[in-house]
Nanobody
Framework: QLQASGGGLVQTGGSLRLSCAVSGLTFRNYVLGWFRQAPGAEREFVGK????????YYTEAVKGRFTISRDNARSTVYLQMNSLKPEDTAVYYC??????????????????WGRGTQVTVSS
C-alpha cells in the first residue's frame, strides 16, 4: 500500500513537501513516481526516481522547482515542491512500478498507487 500525505493550501511561491509511505512491497525493488491530476484534466506524470535514488527525472513544467527523493530504510518517497504556482493545483499521487526506469513515465506502467493528496496553490 502507498499512503501519500502532506498536501494542503499554500500561496503562490510557497513550498510543500509530500510524503508517500509504502508498505507491503519490497521498497528497494520499485521505481517510484509522482503524478498529478488537475480538475477536468487527465492524470499527468510529474517525476520519477530510480530504485537506488541515484537519479531522478521530471516533467518540464516542474524542473528546477520540484525534487524527488527516497529513503529506502524508511520505505518512503518524498516530493519537495518549491516556488509553487496556481497551475500546480492538483491531486498528487505516488506510484510504484517494477518496470525499467526508462518506461516509468507512463501511468500505464505502474502497478501500485496511493490515494492521492490535494495540493491547492492560491494566487
Amino acid at each position: 500500500q502507498l499512503q501519500a500525505s502532506g498536501g494542503g493550501l499554500v500561496q503562490t511561491g510557497g513550498s510543500l513537501r509530500l510524503s508517500c509511505a509504502v508498505s507491503g512491497l519490497t521498497f528497494r525493488n520499485y521505481v517510484l513516481g509522482w503524478f498529478r491530476q488537475a480538475p477536468g484534466a487527465e492524470r499527468e506524470f510529474v517525476g520519477k526516481i530510480t530504485r537506488s535514488g541515484s537519479a531522478t527525472y521530471y516533467t518540464e513544467a516542474v524542473k528546477g522547482r520540484f525534487t524527488i527523493s527516497r529513503d529506502n530504510a524508511r520505505s518512503t518517497v518524498y516530493l519537495q515542491m518549491n516556488s509553487l504556482k496556481p497551475e500546480d493545483t492538483a491531486v498528487y499521487y505516488c506510484a510504484a512500478t517494477t518496470t525499467i526506469y526508462t518506461r516509468a513515465d507512463s501511468d500505464e506502467n505502474y502497478s501500485h498507487w496511493g490515494r492521492g493528496t490535494q495540493v491547492t496553490v492560491s494566487s
